[in-house]
């Protein structure tokens, strides 16, 4: 089973200031990355798929990067509907299909 | 627009079955494989099982192998979870997930239902 290890736990960034966060496979996934948004109450929703394709109705501040092991989200500018749990999840070996434990990305 | 809404949620003791429905809508169901994915109260994801579009593949996570069935019903748009057996540890918000590739899976969820919580205890 691929471990997928997200960074930091909670990361706290002001509202029009960029936030990055990080996530590690155990082994290589390749570029069969997904990152979800979560907010309090509600389903996950995609953003990314591909390790750097944004989903359908996704805005551009959203960016995703990394191959193999290493990956990265960012959103460029903090909106204040930006601000929710954002789990990675690994689709190159399933099952299963892994998550990250999320980050909280939250006000500063 | 893609729906799926999920029901069949509630309270349970250890040991009791419940029944998880998970209705579709907005998209030909029978072209996706579909999944269940939970997350206990504060926690984070985690897939429990996937069934192709023909049934003729089925997964499901150890945690739940062996207490739970997941089937499905093309012709009502239904997806299913059947948990026997059930434990303090399965409580959690079940959410059923579309697989994003249509007849061929890919793995990840493009669409989520909102979920239903199943809690077990005495």
């Known amino acids: 089973e691929i471990v997928m290890t997200q960074s930091p736990a909670t990361l706290s960034v002001s509202p029009g200031e960029r936030a990055t966060l990080s996530c590690r496979a155990s082994?290589?996934?390749?570029?069969?990355l997904a990152w979800y948004q979560q907010k309090p109450g509600q389903a996950p929703r995609l953003l990314i798929y591909g390790a750097s394709t944004r989903a359908t109705g996704i805005p551009a501040r959203f960016s995703g990067s990394g191959s193999g092991t290493e990956f990265t989200l960012t959103i460029s500018s903090l909106q204040s509907e930006d601000f929710a749990v954002y789990y990675c999840?690994?689709?190159?070996?399933?099952?299963?299909?892994?998550f990250g434990q999320g980050t909280k990305l939250e006000i500063k | 627009e893609v729906q799926l809404v999920e029901s069949g949620g509630g309270l349970v003791q250890p040991g009791g079955s419940l029944r998880l429905s998970c209705a579709a809508s907005g998209f030909t169901f029978s072209s996706y494989s579909m999944n269940w994915v939970r997350q206990a109260p504060g926690k984070g994801l985690e897939w429990v099982s996937y069934?192709?579009?023909?049934?003729?593949?089925?997964y499901y996570a150890d945690s739940v192998k062996g207490r739970f069935t997941i089937s499905r019903d093309n012709a009502k748009n239904s997806l299913y979870l059947q948990m026997n057996s059930l434990r303090d540890e399965d409580t959690a918000v079940y959410y059923c997930?579309?697989?994003?590739?249509?007849?061929?899976?890919?793995?990840?969820?493009?669409?989520w239902g909102q979920g239903t919580l199943v809690t077990v205890s005495s």
């Open positions: 999840q690994q689709y190159n070996n399933w099952p299963p299909n892994t």
């Open positions: 082994q290589s996934v390749s570029s069969n």
């Open positions: 069934i192709s579009s023909s049934s003729s593949t089925i």
């Open positions: 997930a579309r697989d994003s590739g249509s007849y061929y899976p890919i793995g990840y969820f493009d669409y």
